[in-house]
């Protein structure tokens, strides 16, 4: 076991507890933790337009990445990326040959219909192969309708030539497109392919790097009352993992994925972006506040319960939660704010709402 006390702030490039309990001594001992490549979740294509593709400057992938599956495959900061013609397959299928993947979706009719945003599935084709085989769904996210017309299979490579990969494969359909190279018009809306016959206007799509990464390292986090701060990628805490706060912020400005360990936050401030799901593990909220950095997208196996719930101007969205509380008043004092839930959450507001935009 090991402490550490400081009158300042510092990094990590990594964290390797093996099975030890790692403590920080006293409230200005924060600690700023990069993940990098320890991160389960991989993002390997990604198509973002910010203006809703309103200004005529569209973000499009090239036709050659039907082919090679790559789009500023070095630059995960541009707008199109695809680096899946680099991957390596066999470096993540599990033991069963499964493949893990994640797809977020945001922007225009996404957003607008409060849909969910992102689905969780497994397949045994890889996603250059046109034949989509093994698809099961983890969690319930409403996208798998068993339809031809707005169901999602999982993906594999498009038949049409307006996009690289989408979740129907070989079939004439090309909703949920991860790669678009042509505008798609439907509904009175320009846009992306996305799930559920919807125009979207931001994709997201992560590998789970189940070949690379066995997860977060077994052993304890004692952050006290000091902050603790990640950067660079979701962190994934799995099974003999724990991570225990009795005060100061936790950031996770890309999001975190619980699926098995034990989270205990005590007092503390839980500030997220992206995305959070809890799948498996313990997950304590004890007078603790959430704070979105950016739209979060919000999924739990479990209930839970904030003390404050703090939007900063940002949308929350609830997705197969069974409860989620907010045990003090919550104030919607901007128009972009918004909580957003679906027919699998119960949003429990004991404090009361007040609106003041």
């Given at each position: 076991?090991?402490?550490?006390?400081?009158?300042?702030?510092?990094?990590?490039?990594?964290?390797?507890?093996?099975?030890?309990?790692?403590?920080?001594?006293?409230?200005?001992?924060?600690?700023?933790?990069?993940?990098?490549?320890?991160?389960?979740?991989?993002?390997?294509?990604?198509?973002?337009?910010?203006?809703?593709?309103?200004?005529?400057?569209?973000?499009?992938?090239?036709?050659?990445?039907?082919?090679?599956?790559?789009?500023?495959?070095?630059?995960?900061?541009?707008?199109?990326?695809?680096?899946?013609?680099?991957?390596?397959?066999?470096?993540?299928?599990?033991?069963?040959?499964?493949?893990?993947?994640?797809?977020?979706?945001?922007?225009?009719?996404?957003?607008?219909?409060?849909?969910?945003?992102?689905?969780?599935?497994?397949?045994?084709?890889?996603?250059?192969?046109?034949?989509?085989?093994?698809?099961?769904?983890?969690?319930?996210?409403?996208?798998?309708?068993?339809?031809?017309?707005?169901?999602?299979?999982?993906?594999?490579?498009?038949?049409?030539?307006?996009?690289?990969?989408?979740?129907?494969?070989?079939?004439?359909?090309?909703?949920?497109?991860?790669?678009?190279?042509?505008?798609?018009?439907?509904?009175?809306?320009?846009?992306?392919?996305?799930?559920?016959?919807?125009?979207?206007?931001?994709?997201?799509?992560?590998?789970?790097?189940?070949?690379?990464?066995?997860?977060?390292?077994?052993?304890?986090?004692?952050?006290?009352t000091a902050d603790l701060t990640i950067v660079g990628g979701i962190p994934s805490l799995s099974s003999g993992?724990?991570?225990?706060?009795?005060?100061?912020?936790?950031?996770?400005?890309?999001?975190?994925?619980?699926?098995?360990?034990?989270?205990?936050?005590?007092?503390?401030?839980?500030?997220?972006?992206?995305?959070?799901?809890?799948?498996?593990?313990?997950?304590?909220?004890?007078?603790?506040?959430?704070?979105?950095?950016?739209?979060?997208?919000?999924?739990?196996?479990?209930?839970?319960?904030?003390?404050?719930?703090?939007?900063?101007?940002?949308?929350?969205?609830?997705?197969?939660?069974?409860?989620?509380?907010?045990?003090?008043?919550?104030?919607?004092?901007?128009?972009?704010?918004?909580?957003?839930?679906?027919?699998?959450?119960?949003?429990?507001?004991?404090?009361?709402?007040?609106?003041?935009?």
């Amino acid at each position: 076991d090991a402490t550490v006390t400081r009158n300042q702030g510092f990094t990590l490039g990594g964290l390797d507890l093996e099975n030890f309990t790692f403590t920080l001594g006293s409230a200005t001992t924060d600690l700023t933790l990069a993940v990098g490549t320890s991160s389960d979740w991989k993002l390997i294509a990604k198509q973002v337009d910010s203006d809703n593709f309103t200004d005529g400057s569209d973000e499009l992938f090239s036709s050659d990445a039907r082919s090679t599956f790559l789009e500023n495959e070095d630059d995960p900061s541009q707008s199109t990326f695809m680096s899946i013609g680099n991957l390596n397959e066999s470096n993540y299928a599990d033991s069963g040959g499964k493949y893990k993947f994640k797809q977020v979706w945001g922007g225009s009719k996404v957003d607008s219909s409060e849909i969910n945003k992102q689905v969780i599935w497994t397949q045994t084709s890889w996603l250059e192969d046109s034949a989509i085989e093994g698809f099961q769904e983890i969690g319930t996210s409403g996208y798998v309708t068993g339809s031809t017309g707005n169901g999602f299979f999982g993906l594999g490579k498009s038949y049409d030539n307006k996009c690289v990969i989408d979740g129907n494969g070989g079939s004439s359909q090309w909703w949920n497109c991860a790669g678009v190279t042509t505008l798609h018009e439907y509904d009175g809306s320009l846009g992306m392919p996305g799930p559920m016959r919807k125009i979207a206007s931001s994709m997201y799509l992560y590998i789970w790097e189940s070949g690379t990464n066995s997860g977060s390292p077994p052993g304890t986090l004692a952050t006290q009352t000091a902050d603790l701060t990640i950067v660079g990628g979701i962190p994934s805490l799995s099974s003999g993992t724990t991570i225990s706060s009795t005060g100061g912020t936790f950031t996770f400005g890309e999001g975190l994925s619980v699926n098995g360990g034990t989270v205990n936050l005590q007092d503390t401030t839980l500030a997220l972006g992206g995305s959070f799901s809890k799948t498996g593990g313990s997950l304590t909220l004890s007078g603790t506040d959430l704070e979105l950095l950016s739209d979060l997208s919000l999924s739990s196996d479990a209930a839970v319960t904030v003390d404050e719930l703090r939007l900063k101007n940002k949308k929350l969205t609830l997705q197969s939660t069974s409860s989620f509380t907010v045990a003090d008043l919550l104030v919607l004092d901007n128009t972009n704010e918004q909580v957003t839930w679906d027919n699998n959450t119960s949003l429990a507001l004991n404090g009361g709402l007040k609106l003041d935009t």
